[in-house]
T-cell receptor, first 112, second 115 residues
Framework: GQNIDQPTEMTATEGAIVQINCTYQ??????LFWYQQHAGEAPTFLSY????GLEEKGRFSSFLSRSKGYSYLLLKELQMKDSASYLC?????????????FGTGTQLKVEL | DAGITQSPRHKVTETGTPVTLRCHQT?????MYWYRQDPGHGLRLIHY???????DKGEVSDGYSVSRSKTEDFLLTLESATSSQTSVYFC??????????????FGPGTRLTVL
């Protein structure tokens, strides 16, 4: 089975940098995803890591260490619109389809 | 944005009644998924499909059935709705299951309330 842990809530200041951690235990691993979800809306894809290291996409970066079962999402130059829930999800190795197991999400609040 | 629609967007029903939710895609993606999202639990997979007439169970499939008779439509049925099935239901699609083009795109969600 899969077990994914991430902090429930975080608060940060506009313009600052915030790191959201995710640890996982899994019986099979085929990649880790980060999604952003604003209140009342659908999750939207942010990043995908399958190899160790850092993937950078503009203000957002995601890091993966498979040996440690650890990932983080780094958000730079925070904006008020970044206030949202950030979901970590692990893709397991299965016979059909890429089944994602989601963490419960980290609610990020960006303050002035 | 990926072309995914869900219907209805909101529904209130009574315990014991059947309910069908529809997910429609215009992307011709092979894989389709149904999730429910509840406070404290995050997104949980109910059922998924890896092709027309090919479906499999997810983590929380009890009380739910699905059907996929054509590529673009994936139906989720609650045969006899219970209050524990009150939730927000999301449909998702993906093009592949490998290590490329495998991100899932989500529909807008359906808020279901069972009284």
């Amino acid at each position: 089975g899969q077990n994914i842990d991430q902090p429930t809530e975080m608060t940060a200041t506009e313009g600052a940098i915030v790191q959201i951690n995710c640890t996982y235990q899994t019986s099979g691993f085929n990649g880790l995803f980060w999604y952003q979800q604003h209140a009342g809306e659908a999750p939207t894809f942010l990043s995908y890591n399958v190899l160790d290291g850092l993937e950078e996409k503009g203000r957002f970066s995601s890091f993966l260490s498979r040996s440690k079962g650890y990932s983080y999402l780094l958000l730079k130059e925070l904006q008020m619109k970044d206030s949202a829930s950030y979901l970590c999800a692990v893709m397991g190795l299965t016979g059909g389809g890429n089944k994602l197991t989601f963490g419960t999400g980290t609610q990020l609040k960006v303050e002035l | 944005d990926a072309g995914i629609t869900q219907s209805p967007r909101h529904k209130v029903t009574e315990t014991g009644t059947p309910v069908t939710l529809r997910c429609h895609q215009t992307e011709n993606h092979r894989y389709m998924y149904w999730y429910r999202q509840d406070p404290g639990h995050g997104l949980r997979l109910i059922h998924y499909s890896y092709g027309v007439k090919d479906t499999d169970k997810g983590e929380v499939s009890d009380g739910y059935s699905v059907s996929r008779s054509k590529t673009e439509d994936f139906l989720l049925t609650l045969e006899s709705a219970t209050s524990s099935q009150t939730s927000v239901y999301f449909c998702a699609i993906s093009e592949s299951s490998g290590t490329g083009d495998n991100e899932q795109f989500f529909g807008p969600g359906t808020r279901l309330t069972v009284l």
